[in-house]
């Protein structure tokens, strides 16, 4: 399988593409769109959060579960949208908690997480496609093979990462992170429905700074 992903990914990853899950996957993903299906992310994008964060320069993983389905949305970064559409619920709740969180964080008009990717910030969906206006409509079809075995692999071969878990789906991936090497922070899925079971105060933005500086590591510059 033919994908557009940064070396330092497909160093780690290589014997998952040739897996029959991802070949099974590829001709689900052709099947799609000889049906007339229109998937998002676009076909360039899928493999984005991978492309912006390179393995070895990984410090935070955030997870999410399942790209936007709406034009212009998704383009390969867990609660991330492109610019030019409006912000989505869980993000403008993760603004609001960034600005009781960050002093002088003030919420941008845009919900394009780039910046943050190329810091270190891995930004990764649980399923990398969707299927337009149909969402979960990509799940079960390997893509969360793939993905537990990203989780997997950094919690094998690096140490000293964060892991931001928002949510039951999330907090799923708990077993298969070590605990002993890396640091995971749960809480609330930043969703409306949720975000006041615990989302709000879990500061977990400042936390991650804290963690970063303690190991003699850059912080995060959260403001977009």
């Known amino acids: ?16 593409f040739e897996k029959s899950y991802m070949k099974d996957l590829k001709v689900f993903l052709q ?3 000889q049906d007339g299906k229109v998937i998002f992310p676009p076909g360039s994008l899928i493999f984005n959060a991978f492309n912006h964060t390179p393995f070895d320069q990984v410090k935070v993983v955030i997870l999410g579960q399942d790209p936007y389905h709406g034009d212009g949305q998704a383009h390969g970064l867990s609660f991330s949208v492109q610019k030019g559409v409006g912000v989505p619920p869980s993000l403008k709740n993760i603004y609001k908690e960034l600005e009781s969180d960050i002093p002088g964080f003030v919420a941008p008009s845009h ?12 930004l990764l969906n649980a399923t990398l496609t969707v299927r337009k206006a149909q969402p979960a409509s990509h799940q079960k079809q390997g893509w969360e093979i793939f993905t537990d075995q990203v989780i997997k692999t950094l919690s094998e071969k690096r140490s000293g990462l964060i892991f931001l878990l928002w949510g039951k789906n999330a907090q799923a991936k708990i077993p298969i992170i070590n605990k002993e090497k890396h640091t995971i922070l ?30 003699g590591k850059t912080a995060i510059d959260w403001q977009i």
């Not at 330092?8 to 290589?14: F, H, I, M, R, Y």
């Not at 997480?113 to 810091?119: E, I, N, R, S």
């Not at 930043?190 to 804290?210: I, L, M, V, W």
């Open 1 to 16: 399988m033919t994908v557009l992903i940064n070396e330092s990914w497909k160093d780690v990853l290589a014997p998952e």
């Open 111 to 122: 919900g394009e997480l780039t910046k943050w990717a190329d810091q270190g910030v891995l």
């Open 186 to 215: 749960s809480a609330a899925h930043p969703s409306p429905f949720s975000a006041y079971n615990g989302f709000f105060g879990c500061r977990h933005f400042s936390r991650t700074n804290e963690i970063l500086e303690h190991q």
């Open 31 to 33: 099947k799609e769109k």
